[in-house]
């Protein structure tokens, strides 16, 4: 017990917690470490490190576990630096660990505010490093720095007011001598914003509202004063293009979620990509994915950056590549935002194709109804927050998707209360899953999970891992072409990135609802991935 106590105060030396931006910009040079939420800041989650191969996967062992006390769902990917791991413990401690041997450094314990009440757990998915310092959101709308060497605050700022609904459940994202963090609460009515702040201060440095005011262009999109409680909120991390200074971010669905009576027009920017200027938050560009959503679909991918050389063009383009919980995968021009290619990756009945300017052609009876209307993806989507994979090595992207699923979508009057949800009615599934087990025991029409292999040239299916439940773990890939990812089924798993084939498997005794990530320690390779609650450490038996 003495022990474990001393352990907790371990203090981590200034050396291994320096992190300048150039070492952000540039993490190919330093594989053996991760420095983002998403591993790099193009998001695609593709490790460069090669030890763990197709060959030698199957003779991977548990190294370590880290047992979180919390109950909460684990839904976070870990940072490591220089010999340090730094990962949270639900709602929002920080702790960091040896990645090694999994001994705790130092333990942050946080009690967030009696009025945070996040819609779908009380959670964080993760920390952001810079200098010596380690960043977190919390539950109750605040954005905290901490020493990266003892764990101690250095700063506590206000994002927003937690008893208005506000929160902040995703990892920072870190860019030059900024944290820029984006708030959740869409379902209480909200009105969504992304926030920079002065990394060594905590002063507020920049504040982009994701539903217009009025005007604003885009607030017509709202009809009267339904701006105001639109929602439009960010769960996920986004991502940075050096080259053009910007930095993506999906948006939330409007408000209220099922009910678009009292918010007619397309309701921008909910369901959409918004491109900012990292140094002012500044709006570029954008696309919607789901003008007038009725349907909870969630714009809050991760935005995968990659330069690919399209059908028809002489040299790589730099786009950007989203798989969307409405059920449809894109390619856009990540500089300018123009449409490339939409293609539906599961079964999708909500609209028909896109018109010239790459609107998606909505079906006419594709609303939701007080009797309720049938569509598919359902409401949890052909996919939802868990991260993909794009691999160079490959040329593939590959998607945790949910394939056959629907739902029908019942339609509630709303009253807007501030700090109470403002849903507007909700979804009834139809489809129920597949018991977890066998996959050959789904039946026909069953949804079901599936790690699908997509050609972004094309967008046409490479091939299929069907799962035996529905997943909500993200993918890792590696130049080595070892695909690693989960499911609800409680099973962690290695596939071939070309083809599909399932390479090794191990039990996690409770469900994977995060991303796996990659380091490597004096030479040897590791993979972690967070499941149940608990955080799990594998490498090649020796």
Same mark, same amino acid.
């Given at each position: 017990?003495?022990?474990?106590?001393?352990? *907790? +105060?371990? =203090?981590?030396?200034?050396a291994?917690?320096?992190?300048?931006y150039?070492r952000l910009?540039?993490?190919?040079?330093?594989?053996?470490? #991760?420095?983002?939420? /998403?591993?790099?800041?193009?998001?695609?989650?593709?490790?460069l490190?090669?030890?763990?191969?197709?060959d030698?996967v199957k003779?991977?062992?548990?190294? #370590?576990?880290f047992?979180?006390?919390?109950?909460?769902?684990y839904?976070?990917t870990p940072i490591v630096?220089?010999?340090v791991?730094y990962t949270?413990q $639900?709602?929002?401690?920080?702790?960091a660990l040896? @990645?090694?041997?999994g001994?705790?450094? #130092?333990t942050? /314990?946080y =009690? @967030?505010?009696?009025?945070?009440r996040?819609?779908?757990?009380?959670?964080?998915r993760?920390?952001?490093?810079?200098?010596d310092?380690? +960043?977190?959101?919390?539950?109750?709308?605040?954005?905290i720095?901490l020493?990266?060497r003892?764990?101690?605050?250095?700063?506590?700022?206000?994002?927003?007011?937690?008893? !208005?609904?506000?929160?902040?459940?995703?990892?920072?994202?870190?860019?030059k001598d900024?944290?820029?963090?984006?708030?959740?609460?869409?379902?209480?009515?909200?009105?969504?914003?992304?926030?920079?702040f002065?990394?060594?201060?905590?002063k507020?440095?920049?504040? +982009?509202?994701?539903?217009?005011?009025?005007?604003?262009?885009?607030?017509e999109?709202?009809?009267? !004063?339904?701006?105001?409680?639109?929602?439009?909120?960010?769960?996920?991390?986004?991502?940075y293009?050096?080259?053009? $200074?910007?930095?993506?971010?999906?948006?939330?669905n409007?408000g209220?979620?099922?009910?678009?009576?009292v918010?007619a027009?397309?309701?921008?920017?909910?369901?959409?990509?918004?491109?900012?200027? *990292? !140094?002012?938050?500044?709006?570029?560009?954008?696309?919607?994915f789901? @003008?007038?959503?009725?349907?909870?679909?969630?714009?809050?991918?991760?935005?995968?950056?990659?330069?690919?050389?399209?059908?028809g063009t002489s040299?790589p383009r730099?786009?950007?590549?989203?798989?969307?919980?409405?059920?449809?995968?894109?390619?856009?021009?990540?500089t300018?935002?123009?449409f490339?290619?939409?293609?539906p990756?599961?079964?999708?009945? #909500?609209?028909?194709?896109f018109?010239?300017?790459g609107?998606?052609?909505?079906?006419?009876?594709?609303?939701?109804s007080?009797?309720?209307?049938?569509?598919? @993806?359902? $409401?949890?989507?052909?996919?939802?927050?868990?991260?993909p994979s794009?691999?160079?090595?490959?040329?593939?992207?590959?998607?945790?998707?949910?394939e056959?699923y629907?739902s029908?979508?019942?339609?509630? !009057? *709303?009253?807007?209360?501030?700090?109470?949800?403002?849903?507007g009615?909700?979804p009834?599934?139809?489809?129920?899953?597949v018991?977890?087990?066998?996959?050959?025991y789904?039946?026909?029409g069953?949804?079901?999970g599936?790690?699908? *292999?997509?050609?972004?040239?094309?967008?046409?299916?490479?091939?299929?891992?069907?799962? /035996?439940?529905v997943?909500?773990?993200?993918?890792?890939?590696?130049?080595s072409?070892?695909?690693f990812?989960?499911?609800?089924?409680?099973? +962690?798993?290695?596939?071939?990135a070309?083809n599909?084939k399932?390479?090794?498997k191990? =039990?996690?005794?409770g469900?994977?609802?995060?991303?796996?990530?990659?380091?490597?320690?004096?030479?040897r390779?590791?993979?972690a991935?967070?499941?149940? $609650?608990?955080?799990?450490?594998y490498?090649?038996?020796q």
């Amino acid at each position: 017990m003495k022990n474990a106590i001393l352990f *907790a +105060f371990v =203090t981590v030396s200034a050396a291994q917690a320096q992190v300048g931006y150039d070492r952000l910009l540039h993490t190919e040079k330093e594989p053996q470490n #991760w420095l983002t939420y /998403s591993g790099n800041y193009n998001s695609q989650r593709y490790s460069l490190l090669n030890q763990i191969t197709p060959d030698n996967v199957k003779n991977l062992e548990l190294q #370590w576990i880290f047992q979180a006390r919390s109950l909460e769902k684990y839904e976070a990917t870990p940072i490591v630096v220089d010999g340090v791991m730094y990962t949270v413990q $639900n709602p929002d401690d920080v702790v960091a660990l040896d @990645p090694a041997t999994g001994r705790i450094f #130092w333990t942050f /314990s946080y =009690t @967030p505010s009696p009025d945070s009440r996040p819609c779908c757990g009380r959670l964080s998915r993760g920390v952001a490093v810079l200098g010596d310092k380690v +960043f977190i959101g919390t539950i109750d709308a605040r954005l905290i720095a901490l020493d990266a060497r003892n764990g101690k605050p250095i700063w506590n700022v206000e994002v927003d007011k937690p008893a !208005d609904g506000y929160a902040v459940t995703h990892a920072p994202l870190v860019v030059k001598d900024k944290v820029i963090v984006g708030v959740a609460g869409g379902e209480y009515g909200i009105r969504g914003h992304i926030d920079a702040f002065d990394a060594a201060t905590g002063k507020h440095a920049w504040r +982009f509202y994701t539903i217009p005011g009025k005007g604003e262009k885009g607030n017509e999109t709202w009809a009267g !004063d339904s701006w105001k409680t639109g929602g439009a909120s960010v769960w996920v991390t986004g991502s940075y293009d050096p080259d053009s $200074n910007l930095t993506y971010w999906g948006i939330g669905n409007p408000g209220p979620d099922w009910n678009g009576d009292v918010r007619a027009g397309d309701n921008l920017y909910s369901d959409s990509v918004v491109a900012l200027d *990292a !140094d002012t938050g500044v709006l570029k560009w954008y696309y919607q994915f789901s @003008p007038h959503d009725e349907f909870d679909y969630d714009s809050v991918q991760v935005p995968v950056l990659a330069d690919i050389q399209m059908p028809g063009t002489s040299r790589p383009r730099k786009v950007m590549l989203w798989g969307n919980r409405n059920g449809l995968f894109y390619v856009l021009d990540r500089t300018s935002g123009q449409f490339i290619m939409g293609k539906p990756f599961v079964k999708v009945t #909500w609209m028909n194709g896109f018109d010239e300017r790459g609107r998606p052609m909505k079906v006419a009876a594709a609303a939701s109804s007080r009797e309720g209307t049938l569509i598919y @993806p359902g $409401n949890q989507g052909g996919t939802n927050w868990y991260n993909p994979s794009y691999s160079p090595a490959t040329g593939l992207f590959y998607i945790p998707a949910w394939e056959d699923y629907s739902s029908l979508f019942v339609k509630q !009057d *709303a009253t807007y209360v501030k700090g109470q949800t403002y849903g507007g009615g909700g979804p009834r599934n139809v489809t129920p899953p597949v018991v977890a087990g066998n996959f050959n025991y789904r039946k026909e029409g069953e949804q079901y999970g599936v790690v699908r *292999a997509i050609d972004p040239k094309t967008g046409e299916k490479k091939w299929d891992f069907p799962l /035996s439940d529905v997943t909500d773990a993200g993918i890792m890939t590696t130049a080595s072409n070892v695909l690693f990812s989960g499911g609800r089924d409680g099973y +962690f798993f290695a596939l071939d990135a070309r083809n599909g084939k399932l390479l090794w498997k191990a =039990t996690m005794g409770g469900r994977v609802t995060s991303g796996p990530m990659t380091y490597m320690i004096k030479g040897r390779q590791y993979v972690a991935v967070c499941a149940g $609650n608990a955080l799990f450490v594998y490498a090649l038996r020796q």
